[in-house]
């Protein structure tokens, strides 16, 4: 759990909904993640263009035998019923949910429309795993919509132009952005520059 510590320190902002952004989560592991990413045909699956997706807690990694055993303990505790908990607990949110975590690789071209993700999720965290900070302007974008009445239950993707910028979550090595789902958290990729890799940590009901 302390390693995660600036996660559960960092002070939840309310507006344009309930969210945080933390640097420094992982402080010596950080590195260890880096060079144990998949690679090739370790990637399990292609789910979206420009996007190749690998899930963890699956049963034997498909992984050389070093990165498997790294994942497997990362994932024990990662994905473990306390750390959800925990991550429920700091946004105060009292439900029985389920993990779904992945590590994602989104690739150059790649972009997702401002959206408020699918219904049943319930938490997001977004750990950010660039190996240097010069891609800064590539984080998750939070958005408002310019009808401000605009409410989105989720599995629908907004045109970009029919939104305004609040703000973009530096893309750090080794920071996090999280945020509850609501029907106005409202949120996207501009359209990728340099391959972007996120570990992608949902809380669902």
């Known amino acids: 759990m302390s390693i995660l510590k600036a996660f559960f320190d960092a002070p939840i902002v309310e507006s344009p909904y309930r969210h945080l952004y933390a640097e420094g989560v992982f402080g010596d592991l950080y590195q260890d993640i880096l ?46 019923k306390g750390m959800i908990q925990a991550c429920l607990d700091k946004f105060g949110i009292k439900k029985q949910c389920y993990l779904a975590a992945s590590i994602v690789r989104q690739r150059v071209g790649y972009s997702l429309g401002p959206h408020t993700d699918s219904p049943n999720k319930v938490l997001t965290l977004l750990f950010y795993l660039p190996a240097k900070d010069d891609d800064l302007d590539s984080g998750t974008v939070v958005y408002v919509p ?20 609040v703000k973009k979550m530096p893309f750090k090595p080794d920071s996090v952005f999280a945020f509850e789902k609501s029907n106005i958290s409202f949120h996207g990729v501009e359209t990728v520059k340099k391959v972007r890799d996120v570990l992608q940590y949902n809380i669902n009901a």
């Open 146 to 165: 310019k009808d401000r009445g605009l409410r989105c239950s989720g599995n629908k993707h907004h045109d970009f132009k029919d939104f305004d910028v």
């Open 35 to 80: 060079r144990n990413l998949p690679d090739g045909a370790e990637w399990k699956a292609h789910n979206a263009a420009n996007r190749d997706y690998f899930p963890l807690g699956t049963i034997g990694f498909g992984m050389a035998k070093g990165k498997a055993e790294f994942w497997k303990d990362v994932s024990n505790w990662l994905c473990s």
